[in-house]
């Protein structure tokens, strides 16, 4: 009789505790209204089915209970089969499986099949950030292959391709959307699983290394978004996050406009006019720690990360694994950046991944950590 009342309380708990949650569905902010829909329905389905085999066990456990007095010779009747009851079961489970599987296949095609006038947006995912593209005035991405891949062309863009010199490639993290245009989202991976995933929007979509996989989504509701990795990726993965911000058409126009294409970001860089050339390398390595993706494992402010934060890094004595010490100065970053397997810092996950940088690239990222300042003494 415990293990009944114990059951009859679960089963309570749970539906009062599914009623007065506060753990409920952010707002709504994309057309897919349907995928809450299903979602409701395939509660409604299993939450169904929970309770009444939960109460039917419970029923069981009393009606059947053993008594004082009862009559030892009791035995339960064998029953081989029961075919008006086997029908039953089999007619109501099926009813069950469909109306779980149904709804979400319906929507599902509805949710890879864009409307024709849906702007592009390509994602792409990397062990751990996300990087944003536009098609040009075009309309067209340019194709793209990974014989072409480099430092500077994480897109592995085909340079000779006339579709991808106006591509608009978004630096950093964060990827601006007009409010109430459909959008089709193309997913591309550089190295493992990921999934591009906004919560608010009702969307995501699985990123497979060598393939296009695509879905897409209406925002009807302006705000700032974080978009995060769904599929565990590595030890990073939980900083792998993005933002898409969702404003007025006019004021996306503005930012797109803003942004780099292709033909220019594959050309030399030159230290800006403003500031002394020292600037340039040390604001050329700040956006270049965003844009290789070092800021998903390094803080800058000292907060704690997967590989030690740079703040006050340069000029500290760091212990190495097998025990002995190395000064953190110039030499030693760049041997670490070329080959981070080659030793191991004590207290972190030997898990940095080698990052190809051109010679003019590691002098910039090495200066921006030099300027994080020197550890004080
Ligand atoms: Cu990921």
């Known amino acids: 009789m415990a293990i009944a009342v114990a059951l009859l309380l679960i089963v309570v708990g749970s539906v009062v505790?599914?009623?007065?949650?506060?753990?409920w569905l952010t707002p709504l902010a994309s057309n897919w209204q349907q995928m809450d829909?299903?979602?409701?329905?395939?509660?409604?389905?299993?939450?169904?089915?929970?309770?009444?085999?939960?109460?039917?066990?419970?029923?069981?456990?009393?009606?059947?209970?053993?008594?004082?007095?009862?009559?030892t010779t009791q035995r339960a009747a064998y029953q081989p089969d029961n075919r008006r009851l086997e029908r039953w079961l089999i007619g109501i489970t099926s009813v069950g499986i469909v109306a779980l599987l149904a709804p979400g296949l319906a929507v599902y095609a509805?949710?890879?099949?864009?409307?024709?006038?849906?702007?592009?947006?390509?994602?792409?995912g990397q062990q751990w950030q996300w990087r944003y593209?536009?098609?040009?005035?075009?309309g067209q991405l340019g194709g793209s292959d990974a014989r072409f891949y480099s430092a500077s062309n994480p897109f592995a863009l085909d340079p000779a391709d006339p579709a991808a010199q106006d591509d608009v490639i978004v630096t950093g993290n964060e990827v601006h959307l007009p409010l109430g245009r459909p959008v089709k989202v193309l997913a591309r991976s550089h190295d493992v699983l990921h999934d591009f995933f906004v919560p608010q929007f009702r969307a995501r979509m699985n990123i497979v290394p060598g393939q296009v996989s695509w879905?897409?989504?209406t925002?009807?509701?302006?705000?700032?978004?974080?978009?995060?990795?769904?599929?565990?990726?590595?030890?990073?993965?939980?900083?792998?996050?993005?933002?898409v911000i969702v404003e007025d058409e006019v004021a996306f126009q503005t930012w797109l406009a803003r942004q780099t294409n292709f033909a220019a970001s594959q050309r030399p860089v030159t230290p800006g006019e403003a500031g002394s050339p020292a600037d340039a390398l040390v604001a050329l390595g700040a956006s270049l720690a965003q844009t290789k993706g070092c800021v998903a494992c390094h803080t800058v402010d000292g907060g704690?990360?997967?590989?030690?934060?740079?703040?006050?890094?340069f000029g500290k004595t760091e212990t190495m694994v097998d025990g002995s010490t190395a000064l953190v100065d110039d030499a030693y970053l760049r041997a670490f950046i070329r080959d981070p397997k080659a030793r191991a810092v004590k207290g972190f996950p030997d898990v940095m991944p080698t990052t190809p940088l051109a010679d003019d690239e590691m002098d910039a990222l090495v200066a921006y950590i030099k300027s994080r300042g020197a550890a004080p003494q």
């Open 17 to 23: 505790f599914h009623l007065l949650t506060p753990w």
């Open 37 to 71: 829909d299903t979602l409701r329905i395939t509660m409604a389905v299993t939450g169904a089915f929970f309770v009444v085999i939960l109460l039917f066990v419970v029923y069981t456990l009393w009606r059947f209970r053993h008594r004082e007095g009862m009559q």
């Open 110 to 124: 509805r949710y890879v099949q864009p409307p024709a006038e849906a702007m592009l947006l390509e994602v792409l």
């Open 133 to 138: 593209r536009f098609p040009g005035a075009g």
């Open 215 to 217: 879905f897409w989504f």
């Open 219 to 243: 925002p009807t509701v302006p705000g700032r978004y974080e978009a995060m990795c769904a599929q565990l990726c590595g030890v990073g993965h939980p900083n792998m996050q993005g933002y």
């Open 304 to 313: 704690v990360g997967v590989g030690p934060t740079w703040q006050g890094l």
